[in-house]
């Protein structure tokens, strides 16, 4: 359980498989979000047909509610929400110091007011696996401290809490069936990010994640961490970029070493009317579409654009009808599935070059006037 073998590499992109307990899971892949123990606007039946093996749930969504106790008494998270496969939980700690408006962090944990009630609450590294063991996911997450990525005396002070609260996540962890990945901080700092990722591999966990990436700092800062990335953390286990979604950040992700990624941007934006195509965004309530005959993106297979033309998903947006969401979710969660398994054929056919030129000559960034909005403001988990 939780062997990590990988099949190919193709330039500095890897093809592997890592193994859990509901199932393997072939790497490049990319988690849906399932904030509250659902990937709005789809069933798991729909994620199922659409390819997903991998979803993601939020600790401090389900800690406050429904309670992870609750979620262990009815059976588990897999068994709650009715998702036969891998699953996968954050540590609460990103939702803590992003959404939480008062917040205490000491050297022993947090404390924090619920974003619901405005009650108190504390989580410690303990507390963050006890909630994990719980809901009682295939892969969970040491607790983490995810700072400001510019401010160099605050990820020094950071670091030295993340590397301490991951060694106490170990020691707290107590079931066999569950991996828990270590995260690697630091910033935009080469030194800082390569001191993390010793150190957490000198604690020895079946897999690392890359946390604090895609918070505010350039892509061309994010890719140099990822390099860093690449170069410090062991070649045999699974790396996983948190909260990168954009089909170009993935291709990019993917080259640097990267094997596992989550994001809300598909069904975020999918919520917002917008689809992502493989030449860029469309907000489908804009009124050129008001009568456009074509699909959402010719030559898409999903259910949405094998059915369905622009005008009607417009005339959904415009008449605000729950349909709209569930079509646009069901079409940007196919175009990112169906990106990552190209990639890992290309991977294996030794083709990852031509097939990520190819794609980035084609497709229009987000970078830019409306480019904030894609990875950055919208890559929150
Ligand atoms: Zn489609």
Redo the contacts with the bound molecule.
Sequence with gaps: MFEFTLQAQSGRARAGTFSTPHGDLLTPVFAPVGTAATVKALTPAQLHDLGATLVLSNTYHLYLRPGDELVRDLGGLHQFMQWPGPLLTDSGGFQVFSLSDTRKIDADGVTFKSHIDGSLHRFTPEKSILIQENLRPDIIMAFDECPPPLDRAYNEIALARTHAWAARCLAAKTRPDQALFGIAQGGIFPDLRAQSARRLASLGFPGYAIGGLAVGETKAEMHAMLDVMDAELPAHKPRYLMGVGSPEDLVNSVARGVDIFDCVLPTRLARNHA?L?RTGRLNLKNAPFARDPL???PG???????HFTRAYVRHLVVANEILAAVLLT???V??LLTLMREMRAAILAGTFAAYASDFLSTYRGTQGTDGTLGTQALSAR
């Design positions: 689809a195509t699909p959402v993106e898409c297979a999903c259910y949405c654009c094998v069901l079409h940007n196919h175009l």
